[in-house]
């Protein structure tokens, strides 16, 4: 089946939510630039860790809520509620400077602005069939991949003049994002009041050794993913080069996977997914052993090459992956446990790889690079329950 066969058979509601995507994920101005707003503001970098961790740690309390609220309540309505109320919080964490407020700031913002992770991609679940999945989690990437193309290089520029029109555009596009949501897009799947606990959900999770190895992997990727948001852009700006380059690399990210990814994944289509995700996250963590050699604008660009690549060998896939080892009526809260996973390796990537970073930075390449290794093997050696 062609690329475009595949594309063809993709419902009009995942079209919307894929438009809707677009235009949040470009305005995400805020986090790729967290660090060097508090940093800016007269904090040390490790303090600035502590604050971009906070935004992590509220996410733990959005995957609990978000994936309940995704299978109780509805996912569009998940969906709205979380951006709009994001929106909110975005503006506040504005007028903050010292980095205790806003810690506590970005700790409620992570806690809102994350709850609707779990209803998009269990809505993805609910509306495209199983055989599809992976084309249509590779194009939803390229949505936000090319938002992300676009995004980061406009912040950048507007981070040079003011860091308060970060925080503006990202509020404006969440909240487009909430009204989108609440007025198009299907409710989805609702799981009866008895059986939407986090009680049931446990019991099937586990039991299902596939899913636990992939949330240990995921522990590990999330690690490796927010040093691109927290400890690249220092390096980039303690290296000399300026932030408007930094944009331009990062975006470079966005660009490769929408040129490469969708064509990818469907050309991909049949290889073993265990093995397409373990070649990905073995990527990802060495990208940073470039480092090891050169700080020039080369090593930077070299790096995020060889990221992407990796990311986009693995992360398409990865969600079709997820979504076949989660029961139908478990949707939202499996996609909330393993988001789990992530806020567990952001948290931890923000807290003490920052610190890390500032005194050892050689082997906090080195630590990533093995960290990508170590998910490899969770996936390869991880076996199916009858």
């Known amino acids: 089946m062609s690329l475009f066969s595949q594309l063809y058979l993709l419902p009009r509601p995942f079209w919307v939510l894929v438009g809707a995507t677009f235009v949040n994920r470009f305005g995400v101005f805020v986090v790729p630039f967290l660090a060097l707003f508090i940093t800016r503001n007269g904090n040390s970098a490790a303090q600035a860790g502590l604050a971009v961790a906070a935004y992590s740690l509220g996410g733990f309390a959005a995957a609990w809520i978000g994936g309940w609220m995704a299978d109780r309540l509805g996912r569009n309505i ?8 994001g929106a909110l919080c975005m503006l506040a964490m504005s007028q903050a400077v010292d980095w205790r407020m806003l810690a506590l700031l970005a700790f409620i913002t992570g806690i809102i602005t994350e709850a609707g992770s779990p209803a998009s991609a269990a809505l993805v679940q609910d509306i495209v069939p199983p055989e599809h999945r992976v084309i249509a989690f590779a194009v939803q990437r390229f949505a936000v991949n090319l938002a992300w193309s676009l995004g980061p290089a406009t912040a950048g520029f507007l981070a040079e003049h003011s860091f308060f029109w970060l925080f503006v555009v990202d509020a404006t596009t969440s909240a487009v994002f909430g009204v989108i949501a609440w007025l198009f897009l299907p409710r989805g799947r609702k799981t009866a009041r008895e059986h939407a606990g986090w009680g049931h959900a446990w019991q099937s999770i586990r039991a299902n050794k596939p899913f636990l190895a992939l949330f240990a992997a995921c522990v590990c990727i999330a690690w490796i993913f927010r040093q691109t948001n927290t400890t690249f852009p220092l390096h980039f700006e303690r290296n000399g080069l300026s932030l408007h380059l930094c944009g331009l690399v990062l975006a470079m990210n966005g660009v490769m996977i ?49 990221f992407t690549i990796g990311e986009m060998s693995a992360f398409s896939r990865q969600q079709a992956y997820s979504a076949s080892l989660a029961p139908d009526d478990m949707r939202g809260r499996y996609v909330g446990f393993l988001s789990f996973a992530w806020c567990a390796g952001n948290t931890a990537s923000s807290a003490l790889g920052m610190p890390l970073y500032d005194h050892h930075p050689l082997i906090l390449w080195a630590l990533n690079a093995a960290l990508g290794v170590v998910a490899a093997v969770l996936i390869l050696y991880s076996r199916r329950t009858t």
Do not use: D, H, N
């Open 78 to 85: 998940t969906m709205a509620a979380s951006s709009l109320a």
């Open 258 to 306: 929408c040129l490469f990814e969708v064509p990818l994944a469907a050309g991909l289509r049949l290889w073993p997914v265990k093995q397409v995700l373990a070649l990905g996250y073995i990527l990802m963590g060495a990208s940073f052993l470039t480092f090891l050699v050169s700080g020039s604008l080369t090593a930077f660009v070299l790096m995020m090459v060889v």
